[in-house]
């Protein structure tokens, strides 16, 4: 499976998309592949249609006519933001946005290799090549109808509506000043988990306040994985392997996910597999999907404070919780943790400091906000060296190492076994 690329945009008039997923921005909704079949790059689970999406289609697009290598140069960029593997990165200009100075694109990449992966998102790209917005679209129907300037807060009503209507964790939108551009409005969007709000970036159309995208600007001049090796802060963080190490990957787990604890037990003999040829750092961010697992914010809390006593306190912490995921309770995971501490020279009291203080969860906080601000979708979720690796099948980040930094070397690998159908149960009589 090598990653290929089939350059190609497409001028149809698509309907401009209302929302994006419910399921992406809000964190703590984020899908795990057990309760999602795509991969961990999912693609919004859902939207709602706005009126326009029910008039009747735009003719189809004419043939392709040659390539143009500035449309060539941006799908290659915008491959960068997708999970690595072969497929065809596509975009659809999107004129209704009526930017000035931008362009409002969809771009999508469908996977050669298993369509659960494939993926799409906005990017607005400036007229002078050198930016670009990436992230979740959201529109204020009103406002595209009736367009004005964003002056204050009070034009963000209709977005707020928007955004309370397909997020959870009761979104709060701002003005940021400080974030504006040319033709844009920064913004800042909150999201609450029950244990301190964290923030994701955001770019409203200055013009109109009628387009929003959820998102950071993006350098097109540089690849997606060099700023995203940026973005990602390491200092503090949880990890293992050498410090010479060739390798560095970053995974967003959830201590509640059993498709993270499935992957846990995976990577220690791959890394064993592979040790004599390539040396691996592995960096471990908390990703609590908090509305869809009750304790998740809770084990990694006490994670952080049991790896501030010693790291290796951490990762032992770690292998009991996923040892006892199915049967835990956000009580069972209270109880867990005090005995945990004791059980490791940690006194209950220095341990009540920590759990759950507001300087423990911040850690955890600003993990989140930087997850969605590299797009961050589900857990786990991999970065090697900033490329997004979506290990939905078993062979997938073993293949992906040692094409990018063996040469080939081990391929190709035994295609994995499918999992074994269930019988059909016997047919009932009439």
Known sequence: MTPSRTARVRHALPALALATACAAPAAPQAASPKTAAPAQ???PASAKASPAETAPKAPAAAPARVADPRVEAFLAWAEGIFAWGAGETTADELPQANLKGWRLLKVQKSFAFDSRFNDQVYVAVDDSGRNA?????????????????????????????????????????????????PGWKGVKLTLATGYGDYEMNGYLSADTGAILLLGRVWDRKRSIAEQRRELIKLAGTPSTGPADAAVTVVEYSDMQC??????????????DKLAKELKIRRYFKSFPLVNDHPWAFRASSAGSCFFEKDPALYFRWKSNVYARQDQLTVADVDAFALDFASASDLGEQAFRACYLQDRTNKKILSDLSEGFSIRVRSTPSYFVDGVLVSWYTDNLMEEYLRKTYLKGAGLPLPTPKPPASPAAAPAKKP
């Open 258 to 271: 059993p498709f993270c604890r499935k992957r846990a037990g995976d990577w220690e003999p791959l890394v």
């Open 41 to 43: 790059s999912a693609p």
């Open 133 to 181: 917005v990436i992230g979740e679209l959201f529109a204020d129907e009103a406002r595209m109808k009736a367009p004005a300037p964003v002056r204050s807060d009070a034009d963000l009503a209709g977005l707020r509506e928007q955004l309370a209507r397909f997020l959870r964790g009761k979104p709060g939108l701002v003005l940021q000043p400080a974030a504006d551009r």
